[in-house]
């Protein structure tokens, strides 16, 4: 097909579209742009320019913690989003893991006991030769751009990027000058905590930080790719909230540490087995924090502060680039994925990090703007391997037959509508199943063979503090699901 060169107007800062027959496909447009266009010959290339453009924004071990979601968090940026938007209450990763989670949705495939398992999970090592996400756009006319965290490593796929992922470089992880020394000396003895403390509150601009710089050169690359002759598919990874908890000192002025509530859930669910709670190594990385044992009552509550500080901070960062789409006039044909890879414990059943399969581990926050959708939120029960589906049925491009999640399309036009009975999860021993009421896990060990199940009743007990699984009378519930999931196991390619 003949490639014509598509007219890119600015006017006012904006950054619109036109062709002589479909005339302005973005808003911001302005009736003097209507007069040029007349005086400009132009020829169409309307299957691709009516594409729209995708937005992919992906938080780091952001779990629902936000405004939008009913949580005392100040996230004003993104609420704003959600307003304008579908929000998805009952969302999923499908391993609470960030490469493994990363690697399920960029290939479209869940996961099983070999692949997608760990934190630094390469796709294209799991799953050779799958079309992902990105070349799959690339592939459909596409320029695809990968700023910050997006796959976890940023190599893997990198043909499926029209230029090479970026990603900041030599940012410190700490700004006060005693955490830098304590980080590299910790670092150097090499042995736990080998990091620096898990949380810093420096009196700091946000411009040196990582997610500033990612959200600076986002700002820069949208400029100049709305300019391109191809609609785009700008993917961008914020870092936090993912541990340290470093955050500029104004964003944890935001909260009154006296009103910082201490855990909820604070308490190993009666009668849940062994398998289900970890030791949060990852959190014991980190100075401060005690080897073994709970942390302090105080440090409980200064990590949940952290938390909502960097949540605010990035926040704030994905304003700035949300500013820039209105700025250059993309709104009306940009589609606006937001998606946290996985859930977090803020002390929810003892457990601090991601690593498990409660409720609080697999839940993620998921928000989804698209042209002609009115706003909304839904209690469908959906996963994060639909994302590339629903990205490709909004583009009107192909869906791969290898996808393994569905389309959220219908769910965005009738959020209330009955939907999928089932969200499938994994991590490491642990399989779990999230249906309307309930969620039943199921550890197993190296033969399949049943070692624990827990079953937590959605609507008595949403804190998931009591395993009725032990119960006998619920032994028929525990069977009705363990069927479902070596259903879901044997359709993820995995062995039921
Ligand atoms: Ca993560």
Same mark, same amino acid.
């Given at each position: 097909m003949q490639i014509d060169p598509i007219l890119a107007i600015r006017d006012l800062g904006s950054c619109v579209k036109f062709t002589r027959? *479909?005339?302005?496909?973005?808003? !911001?447009?302005h009736l003097v742009l209507l007069t040029v266009l007349a005086v400009i010959p132009l020829q169409v290339r309307a299957a691709e320019l009516s594409r729209p453009n995708i937005l992919f924004l992906a938080v780091d071990d952001?779990?629902?913690?936000?405004g939008c979601f009913? $949580? @005392?968090?100040?996230?004003p940026n993104i609420d704003r989003l959600a307003a304008k938007s579908v929000r998805f209450d009952r969302a999923y990763c499908t391993v609470p893991t960030c490469g493994a989670s990363r690697a399920s949705i960029f290939t479209g495939l869940r996961p099983t006991a070999t692949r997608f +398992? =760990? &934190?630094?999970?390469?796709a294209q090592k799991d799953a050779p030769g799958t079309v992902t996400l990105n070349t799959h756009f690339r592939n459909h006319g596409y320029h695809t751009v990968s700023l910050g965290? +997006?796959?976890?490593?940023?190599? /893997?796929?990198?043909?499926?990027?029209? $230029?090479t992922p970026w990603v900041p470089a030599g940012?410190? $992880?700490?700004? &006060?000058a005693e955490n830098m020394t304590l980080h590299e000396q910790r670092a150097k003895i090499?042995?736990?905590? /080998?990091?620096? @403390?898990?949380?810093e509150s420096a009196d700091?601009? /946000? =411009?040196? #930080?990582e997610d500033s710089m990612i959200a600076t050169r986002a700002i820069a690359d949208l400029q100049r790719i709305c300019r391109s002759d191809k609609p785009f598919f700008l993917a961008v990874g914020f870092?936090? @909230?993912?541990? @340290?908890?470093? &955050?500029?000192q104004k964003y944890w002025d935001l909260y009154d540490r006296d009103q910082i509530e201490s855990?909820?859930? #604070?308490?190993?669910? *009666?009668?849940?087995? &062994?398998?289900?709670?970890?030791?949060?190594g990852e959190l014991r990385h #980190?100075?401060?924090?005690?080897? =073994?044992g709970p942390v302090s009552d105080d440090a409980a509550r200064k990590l949940i502060h952290g938390y909502k500080a960097c949540i605010s901070f990035v926040d704030s960062q994905i304003g700035q680039l949300l500013n820039e789409l209105d700025v250059l006039g993309l709104n009306d044909n940009t589609i606006i994925m937001l998606w946290g890879d996985h859930g977090w414990n803020l002390? $929810?059943? =003892?457990l601090w990090c991601k690593h498990s399969c409660f409720e609080v581990s697999m839940r993620v926050p998921l928000i989804v703007h698209a042209p002609g959708i009115s706003p909304g939120s839904t209690q469908g029960l959906t996963e994060l391997v639909d994302m590339y589906p629903t990205l490709c049925d909004l583009a009107g491009i192909p869906l791969p037959d290898h996808l393994q999640g569905d389309s959220l399309v219908p769910l965005l036009r009738d959020p209330k509508r009955q939907w999928k009975s089932a969200a499938y999860g994994r991590f490491r021993q642990g399989n779990t199943v999230r249906t309307e009421q309930f969620r039943y896990t199921q550890y197993t060990n190296n033969t399949g063979h049943i070692l624990s199940q827990m079953l937590y009743n959605h609507v008595a007990d949403p804190g998931e503090?009591?395993?009725? !699984?032990? /119960?006998?009378?619920?032994a028929s519930i525990s069977e009705t699901h363990s069927v479902l999931l070596s259903d879901l196991k044997l359709q993820s390619g995995d062995a039921p």
């Open positions: 027959k *479909q005339g302005l496909l973005n808003s !911001a447009g952001l779990r629902p913690e936000l009913g $949580e @005392p968090v100040i996230s +398992v =760990t &934190a630094s999970t390469s965290k +997006v796959f976890h490593i940023p190599g /893997d796929n990198a043909h499926g990027w029209s $230029e940012v410190p $992880e700490y700004f &006060a090499g042995e736990k905590p /080998d990091r620096g @403390p898990a949380w700091q601009p /946000d =411009t040196d #930080y870092k936090k @909230p993912h541990l @340290p908890f470093v &955050a500029p855990p909820k859930d #604070y308490l190993v669910p *009666q009668g849940a087995p &062994a398998e289900a709670i970890h030791d949060w #980190y100075s401060g924090i005690p080897q =073994t002390g $929810e059943h =003892t503090n009591t395993n009725i !699984a032990v /119960d006998k009378d619920n």
